[in-house]
């Protein structure tokens, strides 16, 4: 397949610069691309490759400049990380129909009598669907996935191999969930006895994954005590995050690998969390929070739109100051001791006087 | 399924205010209980719930004040978070019987011709049992679970979808494991070699399991290199933790989400470690530690029953002043700054003099 | 089977001293170890033992001083955690040569009709070996392993039981993964679009895992957006560590549990990186660095052979110097109030003369 400057401009909405008839037959990296590929830059610790891509074709935000000549023909437009999201997507569509869609039901699976399939399913083998599942259509189950008892997943959501969702969970339209991924296991409630043993608490609820929702590899989503862990639309999850029960997430929010959010807490929409975060329990996070990787966040944040980083975790601004003169700790120390030592010269001098 | 006041006080061995014939259908938390519902407070966090719920019946804690009239009949008892597990482990003993509990053997299974299985086990579709494998009586093992050889499970254990147990591993009775966590695996055992290259130290232990543990979901569990990483009775792993090899935690130590024990460290009874903890290799941590969360555990803890926090961490309350003053560093710079004019002033002064 | 000392220093190419007869016939820890057994002393936290053992024979470093007599026979060796390496595997060597190693093809299992299988592999019950995918020779697939379509796997490489590799990985000689983990699940990539939802960015790369790679338990790796995430060969991972997309893992760089890398950085050779460690993306990490447990690594580390701690992380020794100023904190802030104390007393008395 060879695509024009000039088709790949019309699908991402683009203004091209250069010559409009060049042609691409793969697409690569900007550090790797070569004679006849094409490649993009969005984040700008990659413009230095502009001037010296040997790439035929390159996607670039439409207020980059260029202020010499460079090689690829250019396609500008509004925003090139999500032209090239758009781009790739076209081309993985005309790639799977290549490669021919998995459907159909591999054998063995283990499918309860009781079980609703939809139509254009594809079951995996080794995939277990128990008692009174209800799934819908075009719905893709990879090997090795298990759905607990009434289960029910709306139309086009994926499992990747080795998903595990336990009974009573509920899973919206288009929802993607990563191999290994674990929703509904027991939220972790254990009810101190007098003599140092623990009692159970049984979970009885669920968890809700709405529309759009996407969950990494290994992460694990618990089922609430009562009522519902719900992740709302749109949210996306990366690999090897743990929420807890009874956790609600808010739409559109995007949460880094290997965070974790303890039990009760409710995290607004839009919210922006980095990698390795913690979250206590039983705590608000507003609509639009940004939270920088490996904080530690022990109360509410009330306030919409806060950037927050470190542990415990306050405004990201001032957590840079405070970071800056930790470091200097300990010349700070040392012109302390000097602070000191010229004092108690003065004393020492009044004395004398 | 209704049940009133006094037949749950009566379960919960609690005392009734206000009307011992109400009537309950349901269970719901306190924030979306309804007529017909009962519901419990035992965190101070959601006593502001206690005037405006809806709820029929409230389990409460019997020092808890109320000082104002109240909807539901309430039911004190001395902790309420053990009278509703209690009760909600009634509930679902109720409700598994009237479900049905899994039994019998799922086909297709893999059991090997020399594992001896005891009564009532359940065996789920795509479960593998290896060679010499003894499981006793009343095991639930779901859908896609391993184990490999010699593996001995006591009676009334559970292991959950897909969960992984490698050769020559012991689990004790009543143990649950959650989906997708891991027990036995190598040891992260490496020597390094003068050519920079590595060489394995084989792992030639095993894992044991004490009776009443309870293992979350995605959760790892290294073998010893040589003896027996050991979880003894009664501890309770939260999800995606990881043990490393030849570490042993004492009986009832709780641990959170997320947290890693390094290679050889023993932790105490009686312990409670937060998410995200990580403690180095080869130390000792004393019966009834408190590690807070997100907490670097670098050294031996000698004396029971502290409480620690920070990275590295020590005493918690001192660490919390320390936290304090952080967030002000670019004030204590300030503040040394003018100290310093100040004095530079006086011994310009005393020059001039 | 017993081995005498003799017998033994010749394995380990070390010189014996004491009886050159005695025989052991077990292994065993140090702590632990009896009449009968031999253990070994690498870590100088265990030289205490050296006296009180009653092991009848010890692998020490050659170099180690014993300054009274003691009871087992020494056997000194360069490396005394690589000499039982080496011992260990080859009694492990023979101790699966008297167990029957594991071959062929269980039943049930679903092998493509275009997988190509090499000689003495084994399959394990419920493994899917998809469309096209080449195993070499003595490769080990224990039960519910999934390969992807297109993936190819070189000699004698293993898998435990239930990884998930996805289409067109590629996988080197002798690589070792253990159970639960995945193999190029998708990059994190997501273009925030100006309604607040998110677009998917399609990741067509793939993951390579070269020649020597050990990799542990729910460990995650990425493929990438393009191009591929390459781990090096004689690269080791411990469990639970999330790899992003386009991440690049240079030769014989080990990384402990639980430790993160984001999309598109590059390590670079023979680093040591502990546990629970997070590093942004972008970012380049210089061959022989050393990054000590928890840190974050926010920014490129030019130098080679650094050793780094904290977050954000500089260098190891100073670091440990603010952390112990951190400490005293409170102690530091109420000596900058006694100096302003002072000095407004001189600047009260100056008023006055």
């Given at each position: 397949m060879q695509f024009s400057a000039l088709q790949i401009a019309t699908i991402v909405n683009g203004k091209v610069e250069g010559d409009p008839d060049v042609r691409?037959?793969?697409?690569?990296?900007?550090?790797?691309?070569?004679?006849?590929a094409l490649s993009f830059i969005a984040n700008p610790k990659y413009e230095e490759h502009l001037y010296s891509t040997?790439?035929?074709?390159?996607?670039?935000?439409?207020?980059?400049?260029?202020?010499?000549?460079?090689?690829?023909?250019?396609?500008?437009?509004?925003?090139?990380y999500s032209g090239f999201a758009l781009l790739m997507e076209k081309y993985n569509y005309i790639l799977s129909r290549q490669k021919g869609l998995k459907k159909g039901i591999q054998q063995p699976s283990y499918i309860s009598t009781s079980a609703i399939l939809g139509e254009d399913v594809?079951?995996?083998?080794?995939?277990?669907?128990?008692?009174?599942?209800?799934?819908?259509?075009?719905?893709?189950?990879?090997?090795?996935?298990?759905?607990?008892?009434?289960?029910?997943?709306?139309?086009d959501a994926i499992f990747y191999a080795g998903v595990k969702v336990y009974h009573d969970c509920l899973v919206g339209h288009r929802v993607v969930i990563h191999a290994g991924s674990v929703i509904g296991s027991d939220g972790f409630g254990f009810a101190p006895q007098a003599d140092g043993n623990y009692k159970k608490v049984p979970q009885i609820g669920n968890v809700i994954l709405e529309d759009d929702v996407e969950i990494g590899a290994n992460t694990t989503i618990d089922r609430a005590t009562m009522g519902s862990?719900?992740?709302?639309?749109?949210?996306?999850?990366?690999?090897?995050?743990?929420?807890?029960?009874?956790?609600?997430?808010?739409?559109?929010?995007?949460?880094?690998?290997?965070?974790?959010?303890?039990?009760?807490?409710?995290?607004?929409?839009?919210?922006?969390?980095?990698?390795?975060?913690?979250?206590v329990g039983h705590i608000q996070i507003a609509d639009g929070t940004r939270i920088n990787a490996q904080s530690g966040i022990s109360k509410s944040v009330n306030e919409q739109n806060a950037a927050l980083n470190g542990t415990p975790a306050f405004d990201y601004k001032s957590s840079l100051k405070s970071?800056?003169?930790?470091?200097?700790?300990?010349?700070?120390?040392?012109?302390?001791?000097?602070?000191?030592a010229l004092v108690r010269q003065f004393m020492a001098e009044k004395e004398r006087l």
């Open positions: 691409v037959s793969n697409i690569a990296k900007i550090e790797e691309a070569g004679e006849g040997q790439a035929s074709i390159l996607i670039i935000n439409e207020n980059l400049q260029v202020e010499r000549p460079v090689k690829p023909t250019l396609i500008r437009v509004a925003d090139a594809y079951i995996g083998a080794f995939s277990y669907i128990g008692e009174n599942v209800i799934i819908g259509n075009n719905v893709k189950i990879y090997p090795g996935t298990y759905l607990g008892d009434n289960v029910v997943v709306n139309d862990t719900i992740i709302r639309k749109g949210v996306k999850l990366d690999n090897l995050i743990q929420i807890a029960h009874n956790v609600e997430i808010g739409e559109n929010t995007v949460i880094a690998a290997q965070t974790g959010v303890s039990g009760s807490t409710k995290i607004g929409r839009n919210c922006v969390v980095g990698g390795q975060v913690g979250m970071q800056a003169i930790f470091r200097n700790l300990p010349e700070l120390d040392r012109r302390i001791k000097e602070l000191e």
